[in-house]
DNA sequence: GGTAAATGTTCTCTTACTGTTCTCTATGAG
DNA sequence: CTCATAGAGAACAGTAAGAGAACATTTACC
């Protein structure tokens, strides 16, 4: 899927995002691949992206995240990916050559009750959320260690990042995020809102993913972090 | 399912992929393949494309990956990764009035084994899905009356529905739907693809929901429905 | 033998990718 | 508001890569 530049400046961008938190600048690249001309990382960074490796805000210094990896570096296909676990299981009997898959009869595992506490604004932020209105079973691989609570998304703010209006997200519950991770925060103790985190010096910008909504900054201290999003379930 | 040029050309392409993460060229693989000109590999290409085995950008360098293996050399199931499912943590201590819920203890209950099957392109068009790589459990909620199985989706035809590269989807097997659903759908008994259907008269159309995606409309009986979406998983 | 799909080859044509230089503009700091 | 800086992008040149028509051969199969 990448070229062999395109390859070397997402691993770069990667690491540095690993090492640093902070994405690289253009400068910064085009010395780290040996160019002599951001001109050059201006059109792989848009390669990158026309793939569907890096995610970006345009006219915006630094603003960059990696949203996959390709496949070489960790998931494979021999192996699942790298996303939660999974039981081992002999199913698979002999299918006819093109006949749809067909699942032996479904065992029966554990799974682990989460608290629906209530709705979430995903786009102009509403109320806190504070009712236990109901319960979800998740898969205890979507669960890592910490506790947990469900919301239900209300809104289309987060639209572009594939949460829809009636989406059940899953939340661990922490008090710090990563710049670029989508939280629950609460602002002015207040609000409480699924946003995008950026950090910015000591303030902190909530990016909604809908160009419709615009990124509201607020100083320190205003922001809290509630939770992080973990895992997001929808029914169809 | 692949003849033994189409199997050589997606192993040496897999391999490439492994050791170097960077898609062999036309010109490479015809040299690996033995050929004189890299019009057979672009036979090739399209035909591993449209069996499903890879998926690619037309008019792109080196823009290809590796969807699914054959069955042959069919994913290992490896081994499960522990993960603690509860670990007890100290968390703040004072309350405020919009604190976050903070929910009892997370209670186990039933849940259930579902095969992933496999991944399916969301994009090109790909074939019958069968390999089952792994298992994920599922919330019983979700799963209503008949057989259900999941697959990973790849590629971003279907970004506007809020379904994402990567994404698990849940899938009810039925060969009936409702225009308007989204579906596991098998064209010519060859190509498979999850697509939104509409019904016009005796013919179906495919639709993804990304604009950069053709609307694809087939005569009566050249489309087969194979299951319909039923539910989503993300995990972040 | 007849047919269809898969292959192998040659050639041509177009487009993509890379490296570089320069210019212009949006943004954020002060 | 002004300035310094990072990002956007046009233009040019050379190389690499993908698309596909045309035709001959081979293979599997009825």
Redesign the interface.
Same mark, same amino acid.
């Given at each position: 899927?990448?070229?062999?530049k395109q &390859?070397e400046l997402l691993m770069f961008i990667h690491e540095r995002l690993k090492e640093t938190g902070v994405p690289p600048s253009f400068d910064e690249m085009k010395d780290a691949l040996d160019l002599r001309s951001k001109s050059g990382i201006h059109r792989l960074i848009t390669a990158l992206e026309e793939?569907?490796f890096i995610r970006r805000l345009p006219n915006r210094a630094r603003a960059m995240e990696v949203v996959?990896l @390709?496949?070489?570096?960790a998931p =494979? /296909?021999?192996? @699942?990916?790298p !996303? =939660?676990?999974?039981?081992?299981?002999v199913?698979?009997g002999s299918?006819g #050559?093109? *006949? @749809?898959?067909?699942?032996?009869p479904? @065992?029966?595992?554990?799974?682990? *009750?989460?608290?629906v506490?209530g709705r979430i604004a995903a786009g102009v932020p509403i109320e +806190?959320?504070?009712t236990?209105s109901h319960s979800?079973?998740?898969?205890? *691989?979507?669960? =890592? #260690?910490?506790?947990? &609570?469900a919301l239900e998304v209300r809104g289309d703010s987060m639209?572009e990042a =594939?949460? /829809?209006d009636g989406?059940t997200v899953l939340i661990r519950?922490t008090?710090s995020a990563d710049s670029g991770?989508?939280v629950?925060a609460?602002v002015d *103790?207040?609000e409480?809102t699924l946003k995008r985190l950026r950090k910015k010096g000591a303030s902190i910008a909530l990016e909604a993913a809908n160009p419709a909504y615009e990124t509201r900054i607020f100083g320190p201290g205003r922001v809290r972090v509630?939770?992080?999003?973990? +895992?997001?379930? !929808?029914? &169809?």
């Open positions: 899927m990448l070229t062999r &390859y793939r569907g996959r @390709p496949d070489s570096i =494979g /296909l021999g192996a @699942p990916r !996303r =939660g676990s999974f039981s081992p299981e199913i698979e299918l #050559k093109l *006949e @749809p898959p067909r699942p032996a479904e @065992p029966v595992v554990q799974g682990t *009750e989460i608290p506490m +806190a959320i504070q236990h979800i079973s998740v898969p205890p *691989e979507l669960l =890592g #260690k910490g506790e947990h &609570y639209i =594939g949460i /829809l989406d519950r008090d991770d989508i629950v609460l *103790e207040e409480a509630q939770g992080r999003l973990v +895992a997001l379930f !929808r029914q &169809y």
